[in-house]
């Protein structure tokens, strides 16, 4: 056995995750979470069975996100979604995956390609149009869309419209996304307050 | 002149302000221009060529005269109109093109020498000698004329940008645009009002208008107060949309914070909006035109309908005694409401032999104006009546009204070109307008408000109709419905004196004249020529007018002569705005690696690599030059070990049952048979034949792969990837995702490579030579247990590894790494030293692969496989690529000075030019292992030069280098050091 242990970072080189209050805005980085995308193989014919369901939770639909059992599904592509469970319960959620999906499915472990965050507060739509083209009110809760958050790809989840959203970003991108959301939550607070001031003026 | 009174100001409330030094006093409400008219100034700007004087000539962003500069220092906006510069407490303004003083311009002397700065003057008379133009005649003009300057500093203000989506966007917020916007939101639609004011209401705020018997200002504010109580209706205020594009999206400016005097930092002084909307309502109203006769640009000479916007909103007027000029009813309307203030009207002046007068005031029936005078200022107005004699006419301020033109320009935007309403003498709206958008209002040639308030209601029912809303035109109040009486009327000829058309570009009739006998009589001739409509406003109040004097000189009509089209931004944009929050570092983003930490930790020189930062070189101290260090690093690396950090290399994961299959397709080589546990080279070709990017495959189960690519094409590669499995082979079950991000991957490289991984390698997995040999891939667990994956491969051409964890592990692995490799003498290597010892090796990599070159060019001509069909096999076939006689990949050596990438190559003895070259240098470098400059080329035939001595030119730096031709491994190239 070897001396050596490895310590596990979070996407911004530090032991803790990062988190960030701005007014009433948050911003949780997510380290307890693990990912894995799933891609239905031909031998998976009974993927969209609406009783199939992945460690308890069912496959949603398209631009879809389903939560059930402490695990979340959301649709990425057609036949394809991710699937995020505790990263406590499913260290290697990839094996986990395959382990009971067999030759049904094409598993990839995502949990350190992506680096999530939460973000909530009230009137988060306006933060977000700031940031992404999405029509953002249209968007309900269960809702999940890739984006571009400047010029880097996204996962938007929708929890609670207007209020819990979480978003996803390649790890690599972690540090210049949270600059961009945390800049944009700045601006927005910034705006709220200008825009009070300016109604009075005249 | 003292304020009237009435108007849309807080006279609770006083500011002060001043104008090239001196204060004034305005109120809340109030413009810059409608704040210096009310305090007696009318001379605000010289004029672009002839530094004449100039006064505000609209009330609006059509603005070609009033253009000052505000604010200070690196703040500076110059060209901003002051009829859209909304007041504030402390504003500073100055004017422009002018010096010593705005009152006295020396540059004025221009005027007096006009005769010889004509259209086209500079083509003329400055051809002699030719090559004073670029350096003395040119920065001569330019100097001379002029707007505005900019401050020549970075822009320190903060912008912003966002997204918006709609159902109805409705342009303008003026009666058509209020009661689309009324139909719209009772429709339960999502609607978007965007207006450049910041006063909502449009014409029904600037003239005296009955609406249900009632001031039209009570409509406007209960129409806004029910918009603004739905939480479906957004209303832009101070916004401009600037454009409308594909697919309904349009552009828009948002003035967030240029009306108050201080800002917090972090509040962006402008947004810029992308709208996208199902459908869009243009009701942007019409442009006044003028009227060109005899210096006719002299300040206290506006539009009519401007003049009477100042004294109804902003209870201003330039002048005490003021005179009308008009072809149309509508200038009447001016008169009356004027007289309504109190303002004496010495004359309405009306081309019209027939015209009434709407009020008491005298009326000069069969008219023209043809000529003013008054030194900074107008002072008398020259007449010439119906019966042909003249007088002098004292007034302070002339209102001009040539008639309206549609306020079009968005409706041009996708290539719709206005056409011509011979009825009402007015361009209008072309048929094929941008898919989604509809006109409405006096846009669309609609000019009663009643007319608008219909049509604006009616056109938003109908749009929202097509989308499947039940959306009903909302009732409009009873409003003036008079029908248009205009005789179309352009300028005053057989006069002398200049008559001006495009006011901010110095453009006269006498220009257009001219153009049109040196035969620029095409409308886009006649505009470059004479630079009509071609300053900051773009000609909104000129193009028309210039447009009917040149049918009127070749005597045709006005849309035998042609029409004028409008492009984006429809008023200027500052460049802040359109770059939003992407400036400086955060131009784009930045991919940081797992070892980023603790590379910094070392004092690393990073280097940007598409997106990414990387490790550049890990300097130590005593290390004078870079050089220095790489040396070093190469040095270690080729006697003990050295880690480098690769995460950067794109890495796809590949499953299913036709994986194997589809990595046939997409690489040149062969695949299919690759064993279990195995990495193999693989060349990825174009359609076209050329190679496109390298890199491996590593076989981890019958239906599982990871594909690597180079850092620079991860992303180009995954797109080709996946336009492959979904267009090309979609019967294949083959699976992608991208693992670059999820893997932290090192590569561990030299002699003593081994050694240190056996020191966290977990015990259980034998890496032996034996058991995992070159190529050889698997995974494995390191450190205790930790996931991880081996690949026995080398880009170095030493014993090399590398080894992934993923990502969150990656920068303890470093650490690691390097505490357990102290004992070999490990040190960490960066992407120069990677790049000596991947030359050193021989080994293709980005500059080799630039999209020029082919697998024979690069010597692996037998890769590409006989016995398969792949994306590229067949072309790369082809002649004239394939041929022996084609260039080939080489190694040189340098027999005195340093090789340099980019030169040519030159046989011995030919001059270095194009019709000698022999081929070029794709990488060079120092070569610490040999002690000499070596490089990569690719050579003509170079295959068959080995030994040759060529020269290696690099003209463009005066540099010429002998080098001997050698393979392009200059180590190892049996590959022994890779195998023990």
């Known amino acids: 056995m070897s001396d050596f242990r490895l310590n596990a970072r979070s996407a911004f080189g530090a032991a803790e995750p990062r988190i960030r209050t701005i007014g009433a805005y948050r911003v949780v980085e997510r380290t307890d979470l693990a990912l894995s995308s799933l891609a239905a193989r031909v031998e998976w014919t009974d993927v969209h069975n609406p009783s199939t369901t992945i460690l308890g939770c069912p496959l949603p639909g398209v631009g879809g996100l389903r939560e059930d059992a402490g695990v979340t599904t959301f649709w990425t592509g057609p036949d394809q979604w991710m699937v995020m469970a505790p990263l406590q319960t499913h260290e290697d959620l990839a094996a986990d995956l395959t382990s009971a999906l067999g030759e049904r499915a094409a598993v990839t472990d995502q949990t350190d390609g992506w680096v999530a965050f939460d973000l909530t507060g009230e009137g988060l739509e306006t933060v977000l149009e700031g940031l992404t083209s999405l029509d953002i009110r249209a968007m309900g809760a269960g809702g999940a869309a890739r984006t571009v958050m400047e010029h880097m790809g996204c996962f938007l989840l929708c929890r609670d419209p207007g209020r819990a959203y979480t978003l996803l970003v390649g790890r690599s991108f972690a540090v210049s996304l949270a600059h961009a959301l945390e800049m944009r939550l700045n601006t927005t607070l910034a705006l709220t307050t200008a825009k009070t001031r300016s109604d009075r003026a005249v | 002149m003292t304020r009237l009174s009435g108007g849309l100001i807080d006279r609770s409330r006083t500011w002060s302000f001043t104008f090239d030094g001196k204060t004034y006093q305005g109120h809340p409400g109030d413009t810059l221009a409608s704040a210096l008219l009310a305090n007696g100034v009318r001379l605000v700007g010289r004029s672009f060529k002839y530094h004449r004087p100039r006064g505000v000539f609209s009330a609006g962003s059509e603005e070609p005269n009033a253009l000052v500069e505000l604010r200070g220092g690196a703040h ?24 010593p003083s705005l009152a006295f311009d020396a540059l004025a002397i221009n005027d007096r020498v006009a005769p010889f700065l004509t259209a086209g003057f500079y083509y003329k008379t400055f051809m002699w000698p030719a090559a004073f133009w670029e350096k ?40 058509a645009g209020l009661s689309a916007a009324l139909t719209a939101a009772r429709s339960g639609a999502r609607v978007v009002l965007a207006d450049e004011d910041f006063v909502l209401g449009g014409r029904l705020t600037k003239d005296r208008q009955v609406l ?163 030194r900074r200022g107008l002072r008398e107005a020259r007449i010439r009546r119906a019966d042909g004699g003249t007088e002098w006419l004292a007034c302070g301020s002339l209102g001009v009204s040539g008639g309206w033109n549609p306020n079009l320009a968005l409706t041009c935007h996708q290539g719709n070109r206005p056409v011509w309403d011979d009825g009402q003498g007015l361009f209008s709206p072309g048929p094929r307008l941008p898919p989604g958008l509809s006109v409405a209002g006096a846009a669309a040639g609609v000019f009663s408000t009643h007319g608008a308030l219909t049509g604006g209601a009616e056109g938003a029912a109908k749009a929202l109709g097509d989308l499947g809303f039940r959306a009903q035109a909302a009732a409009t109040p009873t409003a003036e419905d008079a029908p248009l009486a205009i005789t179309p009327f352009w300028h005053v000829g057989g006069e002398k004196g200049r008559a001006w058309v495009d006011f901010q570009n110095d453009v006269t009739v006498k220009d257009i004249t001219l153009a049109h006998k040196e035969g620029f009589r095409s409308v886009e001739h006649l505009k470059r020529y004479t630079t009509l409509g071609m300053a900051t406003d773009q000609g909104k109040t000129a193009n028309v007018t210039g447009l009917a004097v040149m049918a009127e000189l070749t005597g045709k009509s006005i849309p035998e002569t042609g029409t004028t089209v409008f492009r984006p931004p429809y008023t200027p944009v500052a460049i802040g705005a359109l770059a939003g929050r992407s400036r400086g570092k955060d131009f784009r983003p930045v991919r940081r690696t797992p070892s980023h930490h603790w590379a910094e930790e070392q004092g690393a020189a990073f280097v940007e690599v598409g997106a990414w930062l990387r490790a550049q070189y890990f300097p130590r101290p005593g290390e004078k030059t870079w050089r220095d260090t790489v040396d070093r690093e190469v040095l270690t690396v080729r006697r003990a070990v050295g880690v480098c950090d690769v995460t950067t290399l794109g890495k796809v994961d590949v499953q299913g049952r036709d994986a194997a299959r589809f990595l046939d397709v997409i690489y040149c080589n062969g695949f299919a048979k690759l064993p279990l546990g195995k990495v193999r080279y693989g060349l990825m070709l174009r359609e076209d034949g050329f190679a496109m990017d390298d890199g491996t495959a590593a076989r981890l189960a019958e239906d599982h792969f990871v594909v690597t690519t180079t850092t620079a094409q991860a992303g180009p590669v995954y797109r080709h990837m996946e336009f492959v499995r979904q267009c090309l082979c979609p019967e294949l079950d083959v699976h992608l995702i991208s693992t670059t991000d999820a893997w932290a991957q090192y590569s561990v490289a030299g002699p003593r490579a081994r050694d240190l991984l056996r020191k966290i390698v977990d015990p259980e997995f034998d890496i032996s030579n034996e058991a995992f040999g070159y190529m050889a891939c698997g995974a494995i667990r390191i450190c205790g247990g930790t996931r991880a994956r081996l690949f026995r491969i080398s880009f170095s051409g030493e014993l090399a590894y590398e080894v992934a964890v993923p990502t969150r592990h990656g920068d303890a692995l470093m650490r690691v790494l390097m505490e357990a490799g102290a004992e070999f003498g490990v040190i960490a290597y960066g992407t120069e030293a990677l790049g000596v010892l991947r030359i050193e090796k021989g080994h293709a990599a980005g500059n080799e692969l630039n999209g020029q070159t082919s697998a024979d060019h690069l010597g692996m001509g037998r890769l590409v496989s006989s016995k398969k069909d792949a994306i590229g096999t067949v072309l790369s076939r082809r002649p004239g690529l394939a041929g022996e006689d084609g260039i080939r990949l080489v190694g040189l050596e340098s027999l005195d000075g340093p090789l340099t990438a980019g030169s040519h190559l030159f046989t011995e003895g030919d001059r270095a030019e194009a019709t000698n070259d022999q081929g070029w240098v794709s990488s060079a470098a120092h070569s610490p292992h040999l002690g000499k400059s070596i490089a990569l080329a690719f050579l003509k035939e170079g295959d068959k030069r080995l030994g040759d001595v060529i020269t290696v030119a690099n003209p463009l730096q005066g540099q010429s280098v002998r080098a001997k031709v050698v393979g392009p491994h200059f180590i190892d190239p049996e590959g022994e050091r890779l195998r023990v």
């Open chain 2, 76 to 99: 500076r906006e110059p060209n901003t109109r002051a009829t859209v510069a909304e007041l504030f407490d402390g504003l500073e303004a100055k004017s422009q093109n002018r010096w």
């Open chain 2, 136 to 175: 003395v005649y040119e920065p001569m003009i330019r100097r001379a004329a002029g707007l505005g300057s900019l401050s020549g500093l970075a822009d320190p203000d903060v912008y912003d940008k966002g997204f918006l989506h709609c159902d109805l966007l409705v342009i303008g917020a003026g009666p």
């Open chain 2, 212 to 374: 249900d018997d009632a001031p039209a200002g009570e409509w406007v504010s209960a129409t806004l107060a029910e918009l603004e109580a739905s939480d479906r209706v957004r209303i832009l205020r101070r916004t401009s949309v600037i454009g409308a594009f594909d697919h309904g999206v349009h552009g828009a400016v948002e003035r967030v914070t240029d009306h108050l005097a201080t800002v917090d930092g972090a509040v962006p002084r402008q947004t810029f909006w992308k709208i996208y909307a199902k459908r869009s309502l243009l009701c942007a109203g019409a442009i006044e035109r003028p009227m060109a006769f005899a210096n006719n640009d002299r300040p206290g000479i506006m539009l009519a309908g401007a003049m009477r916007a100042y004294a109804n909103r902003w209870a201003a007027c330039p002048a005490d005694r003021v005179a009308i000029f008009t072809n149309n009813d509508d200038g009447h309307r001016t008169a009356v409401d004027l007289m309504a203030k109190g303002v004496a009207v010495t004359a309405v002046v009306d081309v019209r032999p027939g015209a009434k007068a709407l009020g008491d005031y005298p009326l000069h029936a069969g008219a023209v104006v043809i000529d003013s005078r008054g």
